[in-house]
């Protein structure tokens, strides 16, 4: 069955993503550089000599920025599939999570600051800021007063037994 032209451009843009990484593209425009400066005295360093550079790395870069979009575009969806599946796996993760680069800034600003005041909470308590379950910040800071309540009756209660002795 013939590839069909999209698996086709797939194939190239992966291939040239792959070979233009490589130590031998760099050495290629490396010797283009070193070639193009060697001609310069021959060209008496024209005009037409240095537009000749100019055109060829303006079209060169245009062309990578493309490529590095599109193979970054591709690791970011592969690397959120990845960790999709592990918060999915996770027993009391939390499935907000899942997705969450489909938020806007400000959404993902204010689950920023969620999770940064449950570890502010968690230095308080002296305890790990990752929760063993799904929970939401007004449990844990419920959760934070009631063992500071009960830490609190129990010094009491130790200096009191203590005064009687």
């Keep these: ?12 843009s992966y291939q040239v993503t792959r070979l233009s990484g490589s130590s031998y593209a760099f050495l290629l425009a490396l010797g283009a550089i070193v ?7 021959l060209f008496g360093f024209s ?3 240095q537009l000749v ?9 245009f062309l ?8 970054q ?14 918060v999915a796996a996770m027993e009391g ?31 308080k308590t002296k305890t790990s ?3 063993t379950r799904s929970r939401k910040l007004d449990q844990a800071t419920a959760e934070n007063i009631r063992k500071n309540l009960r830490s609190s009756w129990f010094r009491l209660k130790v200096t009191v037994l203590s005064c009687r002795q």
């Design 1 to 12: 069955m013939p590839k069909k032209r999209s698996d086709l451009l797939e194939t190239f």
């Design 35 to 41: 070639i193009w400066a060697i001609t310069g005295p």
């Design 47 to 49: 005009n037409t000599w």
């Design 53 to 61: 550079i100019n055109t060829g790395t303006t079209i060169v870069t």
């Design 64 to 71: 990578m920025v493309f490529l590095i979009q599109r193979a």
């Design 73 to 86: 575009n591709k690791d970011a969806v592969a690397i959120h599939l990845k960790l999709n599946e592990i």
């Design 93 to 123: 993760a939390s499935n907000r999570l899942i997705d969450i680069e489909d938020l806007s800034e400000s959404e993902i600003g204010a689950l920023h600051n969620y999770y940064r005041q449950l570890i502010q909470l968690a230095r």
């Design 129 to 131: 800021p990752l929760p």
